[in-house]
């Protein structure tokens, strides 16, 4: 089993519309949880760090649940400049370093 | 601004010339990561480093070196570079607590190697 896994997706969603995703991860003990955005040819950038209580920026919400080992990304009224690949990053199994999962792919159209 | 910096961006090399890559920090982060993308892929960890405790990934070539003389500065040699190895060479640092808890990675804008 994978440290972190998503659906690579793509995720084809109209303008406007919302949409989540997961990542599930094995290490239960792990503290540390983050989304990032990656476009095209670009270096991963933060959109989000999570927090055990769940946070919302704007139009993005993260939420934890430790109990099922799984972090969601939603992503409500989508722009076309949303469409990107978002990278889920956990704690390894062990603690000592950042593991990446492999990407969900996302694509806003009009 | 605090960031992190790599150099150069674009880097063409000959099939088995050496080369390497640097990058540098202002944040003062205690660990320093090299990643490698190739295309359509998610980043690829090749090692990292906690402190001066360097850390090799299982699966990365013994063709690729790292070194970290101080806090700033992290550098990725590449012995004899293969056409495979024609990829984005991704720099990321981030601090760690003895808890075991991490503060988010950052990234520098990455070195585009080509291979000839």
């Known amino acids: 089993r994978k440290e972190v896994e998503q659906d690579p997706g793509p995720f084809n969603v109209p303008e406007g519309a919302t949409v989540a995703f997961n990542c599930t991860y094995s290490n239960s003990a792990s503290q540390s949880f983050f989304w990032y955005r990656q476009d095209c040819r670009k270096e991963p950038k933060l959109l989000m760090s999570v927090y055990s209580s769940g946070n919302e920026d704007g139009r993005f919400t993260a939420q934890l649940n430790r109990a099922s080992q799984y972090i969601s990304l939603l992503i409500r009224d989508s722009k076309l400049s949303d469409s990107a690949t978002y990278l889920c990053?956990?704690?390894?199994?062990?603690?000592?370093?950042?593991?990446f999962g492999a990407g969900t792919i996302l694509r806003v159209k009009s | 601004d605090a960031m992190v910096i790599q150099n150069p961006r674009y880097q063409v090399t000959q099939f088995g010339k050496p080369v390497t890559l640097s990058c540098s920090q202002t944040l003062n982060h205690n660990v320093m990561y090299w990643y490698q993308q190739k295309s359509s892929q998610a980043p690829k960890l090749l090692f990292h480093?906690?402190?001066?405790?360097?850390?090799n990934e299982a699966d990365t070539p013994d063709n690729f070196q790292s070194r970290r003389p101080n806090t700033s500065f992290c550098f990725l040699d590449i012995r004899s570079p293969g056409l495979g190895d024609a990829a984005m060479y991704l720099c990321a640092t981030s601090s760690r607590f003895r808890t075991g808890t991490y503060n988010e990675q950052f990234f520098g804008p990455g070195t585009r190697l080509t291979v000839l």
């Open positions: 480093y906690y402190d001066k405790d360097f850390n």
């Open positions: 990053v956990v704690n390894s199994v062990g603690g000592n370093k950042l593991v």
